[in-house]
C-alpha cells in the first residue's frame, strides 16, 4: 500500500487527511449494480398513488365482486388531475413516483383487451370521452411524471380478487394477467420501475423482454419489512441492506437495496372519508429522514388521491410541510461543515489510522451529523464511531465519542436529541453538540477482506432556528 496526502475540501475549513491506498477487490462483498446505485443515491423520496375502485368503494383490500366493486362504481369527476398528484410529490422533494396500475380487487386501470373489468366502462370514461379526453389513467400519469421530472414506476400485483369472485379459474386468471401486463410493458415507453406485492415471477420474463432496464421490487430492492416508515432497530447488524435477507454474509454477492413504504394517511393506503395525515411534519422528519432515510433506507411515502380525483389539501400541505422541515434541518442553510471527497480508510492499523474529519473555524452547536459510504465499492463498514472535539476557544479540546454503530450503507443520520418513534433508539447525546471543533468519523471494523472502506461524505448540521442569520451568512 502507498500512504499519499490528499485534500478534502469543506465548505469552511481545509483539512489535510491521509489515507491508505490499497488495490480495490470487490469479489469478496456484494457490490450492487447501477441500476441499485442510482436508486439509493439519486432517488431517496419517492411517492405512491394508491387509486382504483377501491377509492369509491371504501375499501383497501377490494373484493373485486362483480357487482359492489363494479366498474360503475368509479365515478371520478372528469377533472381528475394527475398533474397534480405528482405536483404533490415534487413538492415533498420526491424524485420518482410509483401508481397503482392494477391492485388486488383487479381493475384495470388502463385499457385493455385481456379483460373486461377495467376503467373503460366506468361513468368517470364516459365522462372524459364525452370531454373529447381520454381515460386511460396509466397514461396520463406517466405523462405526468414526464412533464415534471419525475422517475416513473408502476404497481401491478398477481394478486386478482375478481378471479376469485367471478369463479376464474387460476390457469385462465393467469393468462389474463400476462396478456394485461403486456399491455402495460409495451404501451407507455420506459417504465424505470415496477412494484408487485404478490407473483413478480409470473412478469419476470415479459419485463426482460419489454423492459429489461427496469429495476424491480424483490430483484433490485425490497422493503424493510414495516409499512410504519422506519428500520427496525438491530435490523441493521444483520440484513439491512447489503446482505441477502435471512443470512449475514455480504461474500454471497447479492445486493438488495432497501426502502421503507408507508402512508402517512389515518385510514390505511387508499384513501376514504375522513383520511387526514396522522402527524404533523415535524414528527413526520422525525420519523421518516431519522429512521428511515437516516438508516440507509430509501422512503416512498404514499400521497392517496380521493374521490375528487386529486391529492387533497391536508396531504399536499402535509408534503410540503415535511419538505420544509427537512430542509430546515438538513438543508444548505443548516449545514456547517462537509467533506464529500471519496476516500479509502483503512480499519486495521490501529485506532487512529482511517479517520475521515471536518474541522470548524469556530465553535459550533451541533444537532446532526450525516455518514455516507461510496456504495460502488459495497456497503463495507461494520463498526465505527463518530467522535466530537470539545473545549474552549483558547483552551485544550479533546475527542470524546458521541455516536457508534454497525453499517452505515447509504447514509447514517445521527441527531442529537431524543426521537419519538416506534423504536428505542439509541441516544448518546442528551441534546445538540456544546461547544464543538470539529467532527471526525473512525471505521474500527469491515467485512471486505482488503481492510478497507470507502466513504462518500461526512456532513454536520447546525440548528438554523436557534442561531442569528447574520451569524450563519458569515460562517458559510
Not at 474541522?359 to 456504495?375: G, N, R
Request: hydrophobic content about 40%; charged content about 15%.
Amino acid at each position: 500500500c502507498n500512504v499519499v496526502g490528499m485534500m478534502a475540501v469543506v465548505r469552511v475549513v481545509v483539512v489535510v487527511i491521509l489515507i491508505t491506498l490499497c488495490s480495490i477487490a470487490h469479489s469478496d462483498i456484494a457490490v450492487p449494480s447501477q441500476r441499485q446505485l442510482d436508486f439509493q443515491t439519486k432517488h431517496p423520496v419517492g411517492c405512491f398513488f394508491h387509486f382504483g375502485i377501491n377509492t369509491f368503494t371504501d375499501q383497501e383490500h377490494g373484493t373485486g365482486d362483480p357487482v359492489t366493486q363494479s366498474p360503475s362504481k368509479f365515478t371520478a369527476p372528469e377533472s381528475l388531475d394527475t398533474d397534480q398528484w405528482v405536483q404533490s410529490c415534487v413538492a415533498l422533494g420526491g424524485t420518482y413516483a410509483v401508481f397503482t396500475s392494477k391492485h388486488e380487487d383487479g381493475m384495470m386501470n388502463f385499457p385493455t383487451n385481456a379483460t373486461s373489468y377495467t376503467i373503460e366502462t366506468s361513468p368517470f370514461c364516459q365522462a372524459r370521452r364525452a370531454a373529447g379526453r381520454t381515460c386511460d389513467l396509466v397514461a396520463e400519469f406517466l405523462a405526468s411524471c414526464d412533464k415534471y421530472n419525475v422517475t416513473r414506476g408502476l404497481y401491478y400485483t398477481a394478486f386478482n380478487n375478481h378471479c376469485k369472485a367471478t369463479n376464474t379459474s387460476q390457469g385462465e386468471c393467469n393468462t389474463m394477467l400476462r396478456a394485461a401486463f403486456t399491455d402495460v410493458a409495451t404501451r407507455y415507453g420506459k417504465i424505470d420501475q415496477f412494484w408487485f406485492d404478490h407473483g413478480n415471477g409470473l412478469f419476470i420474463d415479459l419485463i426482460n423482454k419489454y423492459q429489461p432496464e427496469a429495476s424491480i421490487l424483490g430483484r433490485e430492492w425490497t422493503l424493510v419489512g414495516t409499512e410504519g416508515g422506519y428500520v427496525l432497530e438491530g435490523a441493521d447488524t444483520t440484513w439491512y441492506p447489503a446482505y441477502p435477507m435471512g443470512t449475514s454474509n455480504a461474500s454471497e454477492n447479492t445486493y438488495l437495496a432497501r426502502q421503507c413504504d408507508t402512508t402517512p394517511s389515518t385510514s390505511g393506503w387508499f384513501w376514504h372519508p375522513g383520511a387526514v395525515p396522522s402527524r404533523d411534519p415535524s414528527a413526520a422528519v422525525d420519523l421518516y429522514w431519522l429512521q428511515c432515510i437516516g438508516y440507509g433506507a430509501g422512503l416512498i411515502l404514499n400521497l392517496p388521491p380521493s374521490t375528487n380525483g386529486v391529492v387533497e389539501p391536508p396531504f399536499a400541505t402535509f408534503a410540503a410541510g415535511v419538505r420544509a422541515e427537512a430542509d430546515r434541518r438538513f438543508g444548505p442553510a443548516a449545514v456547517i461543515a462537509t467533506n464529500t471527497s471519496s476516500v479509502a480508510l483503512a480499519t486495521t492499523q490501529g485506532p487512529n489510522n482511517g479517520v475521515l474529519a471536518i474541522s470548524f473555524p469556530a465553535m459550533e452547536q451541533v444537532t446532526a451529523v450525516s455518514i455516507k459510504e461510496d456504495l460502488s465499492f459495497g456497503q463495507r463498514v461494520s463498526a465505527y464511531v463518530v467522535e466530537g472535539l470539545f473545549g474552549q476557544v483558547t483552551g485544550a479540546k479533546s475527542w470524546y465519542t458521541v455516536g457508534a454503530g454497525s453499517t452505515i450503507g447509504a447514509n447514517r443520520i445521527w441527531w442529537f436529541e431524543k426521537v419519538t418513534g416506534p423504536e428505542v433508539r439509541p441516544i448518546w447525546a442528551p441534546g445538540p453538540l456544546q461547544n464543538c471543533f470539529g467532527i471526525r468519523f473512525r471505521p474500527l471494523a469491515t467485512v471486505a477482506a482488503d481492510g478497507l472502506v470507502h466513504m462518500a461524505e461526512l456532513t454536520a448540521y447546525r440548528n438554523v432556528s436557534a442561531l442569528p442569520t447574520a451569524k450563519l451568512s458569515a460562517a458559510l
